[in-house]
């Protein structure tokens, strides 16, 4: 029907243009959206304190390596400033390595559970990994792992804007 087909065309627009400037949307990646989302290791599923349904938790200390890989579908060429969601716990590990690949070369990037601030009602904080140009297609990712880790590392969420 005539109006199933512009119910369509909104949603592709909001999708491609939420806010009707032309600008390139936010892209995030939640722990739960398996087709973005590449587990190595066992990882527990953890409902309280995450950004969106669920969280991943590894608190084995880096007895074995483990690694949670979030994979962007990039619409446009651009730089793009990347945000981790760390959940603030009370065991979290005083260091979370993540690395970081543009689709030519890995960065390592370290969270200070210290760093980490909550303020209001939310249960963590959106921590910047730094800004990097990304090309558009599957080619980039970002890795939480839980390397050197002495507490809990968790993979929640990660969110590109473009610049």
Not at 92 to 114: M, N
């Given at each position: 029907s005539v109006q199933d087909v512009s119910i369509k065309k909104v949603q592709q627009l909001l999708t491609t243009n939420p806010l009707a400037d032309n600008s390139i949307a936010e892209i995030l990646v939640d722990n739960d959206d398996a087709a973005h989302v590449k587990l190595t290791g066992e990882w527990k599923k953890e409902t309280h304190g995450s950004y969106g349904p669920s969280m991943y938790l590894d608190e084995s200390k880096g007895s074995a390596p483990k690694s949670v890989r979030f994979s962007p579908d990039i619409k446009k060429d651009g730089l793009y400033h990347i945000y981790s969601y760390v959940p603030k716990l009370a065991h979290?590990?005083?260091?979370?390595?993540?690395?970081?690949?543009?689709?030519?070369?890995?960065?390592?990037?370290?969270?200070?559970?210290?760093a980490v601030k909550v303020e209001g009602q939310t249960s963590g904080e959106w921590v910047e990994l730094g800004a990097y140009r990304l090309a558009a297609g599957k080619g980039a990712w970002v890795e939480v792992t839980n390397e050197q880790a002495d507490g809990a590392v968790v993979a929640d969420a990660m969110l590109f804007i473009a610049k």
């Open positions: 979290l590990s005083a260091v979370t390595k993540i690395k970081v690949f543009d689709g030519k070369t890995t960065k390592e990037v370290k969270i200070e559970a210290a």
